[in-house]
């Protein structure tokens, strides 16, 4: 069964204190591995889609790498106004798109 | 990249009665648009697909005849809770697919729904 799990459910961390956030997946034939932001009472906000394992891409002060197993986003140096939850979704070879559950960060000034 | 826009952001209705939602892409066609519902502190949930020209898909447990999705055109779908009732207030956001593959959901603001 095709399924997503977030590690962390919620991240604290200090301004400027890097860290990571973790996506694990279980999918047959994966075709994209997406990250999304979103803040309190808006639509997810499009970060990244990874297609295969070793790919890794950059925003800022985010970097999602990927895995045959798992995603990171890396948050470098973050700043208050990063936080927010973030989601990751997987869609397989049957086009359904799994969500995980999200991790909600929070960074403190 | 991709904006999709959502109309109402907040509406407050009585039970009863209906209330429509629109979704359009506002720099792209989508033949395909996606309509979720998001209680707090919860992941987002897929109601249906929403086709061009054809019937919308739902997802199992969704009520077709409660949630009236139709797609007008290219760049617009709407969702219309029918008779709603409170424990249909909800967060709705609609999506749309674009870019390499089709494979990418952008997303639109969503649209709060207080049913009284």
């Known amino acids: 069964e095709d399924q997503v799990t977030q590690s962390p459910e919620a991240l604290r961390l200090q301004e400027g204190e890097s860290s990571s956030l973790n996506c694990s997946y279980t999918?047959?034939?994966?075709?994209?591995l997406f990250w999304y932001r979103q803040d309190p009472g808006k639509g997810p906000e499009f970060l990244f889609t990874l297609y295969s394992a070793g790919e890794e891409k950059e925003k800022e002060r985010l970097k999602a790498t990927l895995t045959k197993k798992e995603s990171f986003l890396h948050i470098t140096a973050p700043k208050p106004e990063d936080s927010a939850t973030y989601l990751c979704?997987?869609?397989?070879?049957?086009?359904?798109?799994?969500w995980g559950a999200g991790t909600k960060l929070i960074i403190k000034p | 990249g991709a904006v999709v826009s959502q109309h109402p952001s907040w509406v407050i209705c009585k039970s009863g009665t209906s209330v429509k939602i629109e979704c359009r892409s506002l720099d792209f066609q989508a033949t395909t648009m996606f309509w979720y519902r998001q209680f707090p502190k919860q992941s987002l949930m897929l109601m249906a697909t929403s086709n061009e020209g054809s019937k919308a898909t739902y997802e199992q447990g969704v009520e077709k005849d409660k949630f009236l999705i139709n797609h007008a055109s290219l760049t617009l779908s709407t969702l219309t809770v029918t008779s709603a009732h409170p424990e249909d207030s909800s967060f709705y956001i609609c999506?749309?697919?674009?870019?390499?593959?089709?494979?990418?959901?952008?997303f639109g603001p969503g649209t709060r729904l207080l049913v009284l």
């Open positions: 999918v047959s034939g994966l075709r994209g």
């Open positions: 999506s749309a697919p674009t870019g390499q593959g089709q494979e990418t959901q952008y």
């Open positions: 979704a997987v869609r397989g070879s049957n086009y359904q798109l799994i």
